[in-house]
């Protein structure tokens, strides 16, 4: 169910509190090979080069594209120009670890990105607050049995995906990646569910949030956000 608060729409001013989710197409018109060789540094470039198929490559350089030009968008500067940072949760070395985005003077938001088949995804907020945003395709004959922890065995198979993304982005928001599975409490009425990664530690918020069809997303924060708005990359 899609809360009345996240809506499909202009692109809004970003408030405090207030996380913007983005949807874009992978497989859309942009980026034209252009803009990705003047948009992508040097590491995004070969990255990509790296990737066998040409649909990958093509996927990978939209989705970074879009990143950037979204991210460009809040921060008022060239695409080209953002800085991708790293925060490790474990050893606070800068070469690997949670991505962010900076402007060489500083500037940033919190951002967190993510991308399945031809559906790539940004969360964007102000800084101080923490996000993790994961979606999924729904690829047909999962077991996820064998993957989900035991207390989310139980819940359909249809809705295997919406609990998988769930994980993914509280891990994602932890910045930690799934070397412990998260513990998902009861959501309350709408829809957020405390998480936590170990005895003791403060809760994540986690939902799921509307996805196009065929895939599942969800959003996780270090604290309930005041609003969550929608919106497509077009």
């Given at each position: 169910?899609?809360?009345?608060?996240?809506?499909?729409?202009?692109?809004?001013?970003?408030?405090?509190?207030?996380?913007?989710?983005?949807?874009?197409?992978?497989?859309?018109?942009?980026?034209?090979?252009?803009d990705?060789?003047?948009?992508?540094?040097?590491?995004?470039?070969?990255?990509?080069?790296?990737?066998?198929?040409?649909?990958?490559?093509?996927?990978?350089?939209?989705?970074?594209?879009?990143?950037?030009?979204?991210?460009?968008?809040?921060?008022?500067?060239?695409?080209?120009?953002?800085?991708?940072?790293?925060?490790?949760?474990?050893?606070?070395?800068?070469?690997?670890?949670?991505?962010?985005?900076?402007?060489?003077?500083?500037?940033?938001?919190?951002?967190n990105?993510?991308?399945?088949?031809?559906?790539?995804?940004?969360?964007?907020?102000?800084?101080?607050r923490?996000?993790?945003?994961?979606?999924?395709?729904?690829?047909?004959?999962?077991?996820?049995?064998?993957?989900?922890?035991?207390?989310?065995?139980?819940?359909?198979?249809?809705?295997?995906?919406?609990?998988?993304?769930?994980?993914?982005?509280?891990?994602?928001?932890?910045?930690?990646g799934?070397?412990?599975?998260?513990?998902?409490?009861?959501?309350?009425?709408?829809?957020?569910?405390?998480?936590?990664?170990?005895?003791?530690?403060?809760?994540?918020?986690?939902?799921?949030?509307?996805?196009?069809?065929?895939?599942?997303?969800?959003?996780a924060?270090?604290?309930?956000?005041?609003?969550?708005?929608?919106?497509?990359?077009?």
């Amino acid at each position: 169910m899609q809360p009345a608060s996240e809506v499909l729409g202009p692109v809004p001013t970003l408030r405090p509190g207030a996380v913007h989710v983005w949807y874009y197409d992978l497989d859309g018109p942009w980026p034209a090979d252009a803009d990705a060789a003047g948009c992508l540094d040097p590491g995004e470039q070969a990255r990509a080069d790296r990737l066998m198929r040409d649909q990958d490559r093509s996927r990978f350089r939209a989705a970074h594209c879009a990143v950037r030009h979204l991210v460009a968008g809040y921060l008022d500067c060239a695409p080209a120009d953002l800085l991708i940072t790293r925060d490790c949760a474990h050893c606070g070395d800068p070469k690997h670890g949670k991505p962010g985005m900076a402007t060489p003077d500083g500037a940033r938001v919190e951002v967190n990105a993510s991308h399945s088949d031809a559906l790539g995804a940004l969360a964007v907020a102000l800084p101080g607050r923490l996000l993790g945003l994961d979606v999924e395709f729904r690829r047909p004959n999962v077991n996820w049995a064998g993957i989900l922890p035991a207390p989310l065995r139980a819940e359909p198979a249809a809705d295997g995906f919406a609990q998988w993304t769930k994980l993914e982005a509280v891990a994602k928001a932890a910045g930690t990646g799934i070397v412990k599975m998260p513990t998902l409490a009861d959501p309350d009425e709408p829809g957020w569910a405390p998480a936590t990664l170990a005895d003791g530690d403060a809760p994540w918020q986690v939902r799921s949030l509307w996805a196009p069809d065929g895939y599942a997303a969800a959003l996780a924060a270090d604290a309930v956000p005041a609003d969550v708005q929608l919106r497509w990359h077009r």
